[in-house]
Structure formats: structure tokens, C-alpha cells
């Protein structure tokens, strides 16, 4: 994977950003990407699923499954002295 590397612009300053990249490309790998060899996806040939998931279908499960947002914070401005 590219993300691993510093040559490209993919490469992730923040570990929280890493860790998301590598497990949305993980789950890609298993549950959206057909195998040549298996002619299914991985998750369909251990019966995690019973169909390809398309990149909609993760988005919803990981809107789902994330935390969800807490109340917006006002702003305040600074007072100049």
C-alpha cells in the first residue's frame, strides 16, 4: 500500500487518519473486491455475507457504527484589547 510510504501525497501525517485509511481499505479488500482465484469476496466465502457490498453500502454501515456527532459548540469571539 502506497499510504505507507512518504513518496506520495496519500501518506498520513496523523496515526487516527492512518488507521482509518488502512481499515476503510481492509474492509474494501474483504467485502467489496471479487477475487479471481475465489471468484467471491473473501467475507462471502467465510459466510460473513451473502452478497458484494458496494462502497455505499460500507459508507452506511460506518455511519452507522461511528460515533455519532455531539451538540455544535457556539463560538465566541475574542475581545481585542
Not at 4 to 23: D, I, P, Q, Y
Request: hydrophobic share 35%.
Amino acid at each position: 500500500m502506497r499510504r505507507f510510504t512518504r513518496l506520495t501525497n496519500g501518506f498520513s501525517k496523523k496515526v487516527e487518519s492512518h488507521a482509518a485509511m488502512v481499515s476503510i481499505d481492509t474492509v474494501f479488500y474483504n467485502f467489496c473486491r471479487v477475487h479471481k482465484t475465489l471468484r467471491v469476496t473473501p467475507a462471502m466465502e467465510a459466510g460473513l455475507t451473502d452478497h458484494v457490498w458496494d462502497m455505499e453500502e460500507v459508507i452506511a454501515d460506518m455511519d452507522e457504527r461511528g460515533p455519532k456527532p455531539g451538540r455544535q459548540r457556539t463560538y465566541k469571539p475574542r475581545i481585542s484589547k
